[in-house]
């Protein structure tokens, strides 16, 4: 069985990923490659611990890494999934916005710099549902102020990355929720337009923390993935 490796995103942690190593017994979910600004040495960092050969899930930021990856040793990776990303370079206020989480966090603490962030990353009706929200607030305040800050500096610094996916040539999940405000749906078609093999899924009722807000949903996605030959695509759903 090929080994699944799971990359969360923006100050997370193997915690966002507790139900996917539940229900897959091949999977192990990284920790502390994030820890330095650059996407390309979070790459490394990650070919530096892995197996040979492996299937890839990145969330968010770990999807970038994920792209990275691809970008210095596609032939390791046997299939790809990016959810709740995108690919685009940083755009005109996205630093501005980063450093003023960045500037409450040094002034406040980490727990109001969490607080700021985090509900508008799930869906409004799990936003004031603590048994979801809590576990992963306590997440992001243990990663820490030292690492979003190293984090966001490699975002901001991220590479092109556009004219890798065409080159992508495993079989590809690209996942988001319907409710994801922070990389929509939209723009999760615009990315598997450019994937020759890729499967689209938007999943229903969840937001950017899809892996917590509908595991069972995106489990079942992950498992079709893991099934799927590695020479087929699915056709993409008409947004039109």
Known sequence: MTPLLLLPGLICDERIFAAQVRAFPQSRALRGYGSV????????????????RFALLGHSMGAR???????????????????ST?????????????????DIG???????????????????AHQKDEA????????CVDV???????????????????????TIQCPTLIAVGREDRWSPPEQHA????????????????????????APAALNAEITDWLDQPAT?????????
């Open 37 to 52: 600004d650059s996407l390309v040495e979070m790459a490394r960092r990650v070919l530096a611990e892995a197996p040979a």
């Open 65 to 83: 890494v994920a792209l990275e990856i691809m970008r210095v040793a596609p032939e390791r990776v046997s299939r790809l999934a990016l959810v």
């Open 86 to 102: 995108g690919v685009h370079l940083p755009r005109e206020d996205e630093a501005a916005k980063r450093y003023a989480l960045r």
């Open 106 to 124: 040094r002034s406040d603490g980490m727990g109001a710099l969490v607080d700021a962030w985090l509900p508008p990353m799930f869906a409004p």
């Open 132 to 139: 979801l929200v809590a576990p992963l607030r306590q997440m």
């Open 144 to 166: 820490g102020l030292p690492m979003f800050e190293a984090q966001i500096a490699a975002l901001l610094r991220r590479p092109e990355v556009e004219s890798l996916l065409p």
């Open 190 to 213: 615009q990315i598997a337009a450019l994937v020759p093999h890729a499967r689209f899924v938007v999943i229903e009722g969840a937001g950017h923390m899809l892996p917590v807000e």
């Open 232 to 240: 087929t695509s699915t056709p993409l759903p008409n947004f039109a």
